[in-house]
């Protein structure tokens, strides 16, 4: 990443930071920042993010490693992440009307991870996202062995968990991933 392009990104998430101060209660943007100084890996993964329509920002710290956590923030899935089958296995199984890619793969290939239930049940916590859209989760891999993913989103007031085929996709389900850093 080039230096200028790096010091937009950085610009761009210490703004956000800034903005939304409940989403990282005790933690401070210089030491975040100094953890992403020169991580390349990092930055590389948060462009990712951020080009893809997901508006990463920090979460939390992860209390065993003491790594922050980034996530998508985007009040809907990322807009850049829709229209995706669950994984590889289910893209290579569509011999029709095959979508551009998968979720997991995706995701891999940015340098993230999907949200798991209970991380996309903590993101809940800090607002209100997927209220018009769904976002894929990481699947326990009984389910997935069944055929099965689920998936993730806040109606009435209430996250739901729901389960859909592995080779399903629609135009308002994505994905939200998570960085530690």
Same mark, same amino acid.
């Given at each position: 990443m080039?230096?200028?392009?790096q010091?937009r990104l950085?610009?761009?998430?210490?703004?956000r930071?800034?903005?939304?101060?409940?989403?990282h209660?005790g933690i $401070?943007?210089a030491?975040?920042l100094a953890?992403?100084?020169?991580?390349?890996?990092?930055? $590389?993964?948060l462009?990712?993010?951020e080009?893809?329509g997901?508006?990463?920002?920090?979460v939390?710290?992860d %209390?065993?490693?003491?790594?922050? #956590?980034f996530?998508?923030?985007a009040a809907?899935?990322?807009?850049g992440?829709r229209?995706l089958?669950?994984d590889?296995?289910?893209l290579d199984a569509?011999?029709?009307n095959k979508p551009?890619?998968?979720?997991v793969?995706?995701?891999?290939?940015m340098?993230? %991870?999907?949200?798991?239930?209970?991380?996309?049940? %903590? #993101?809940?916590?800090?607002?209100?996202f997927?209220?018009?859209t769904?976002?894929?989760?990481?699947?326990?891999?009984e389910?997935r062995?069944?055929?099965? %993913?689920?998936?993730?989103?806040r109606?009435y007031?209430q996250?739901?968990?729901?389960?859909?085929?592995?080779?399903?996709?629609y135009? $308002?389900?994505g994905?939200?991933?998570m960085?530690?850093v």
């Open positions: 080039k230096a200028q392009d010091a950085l610009q761009l998430l210490q703004a930071f800034d903005s939304h101060l409940p989403r209660v $401070a943007w030491d975040v953890r992403l100084d020169g991580n390349a890996a990092a930055l $590389a993964a462009q990712a993010m080009s893809t997901g508006e990463p920002d920090v939390g710290m %209390a065993a490693s003491g790594r922050y #956590l996530c998508d923030c809907e899935s990322p807009a992440r229209s089958c669950y590889g296995a289910a569509r011999k029709e551009q890619g998968s979720a793969q995706t995701a891999q290939a340098g993230i %991870a999907l949200l798991t239930e209970p991380q996309y049940r %903590a #993101l809940q916590q800090l607002g209100a997927d209220a018009k769904s976002s894929w989760i990481a699947t326990p891999p389910v062995a069944l055929g099965g %993913a689920l998936f993730c989103d109606r007031g996250v739901f968990t729901y389960h859909n085929g592995v080779q399903s996709y135009a $308002a389900r994905f939200r991933g960085l530690q």
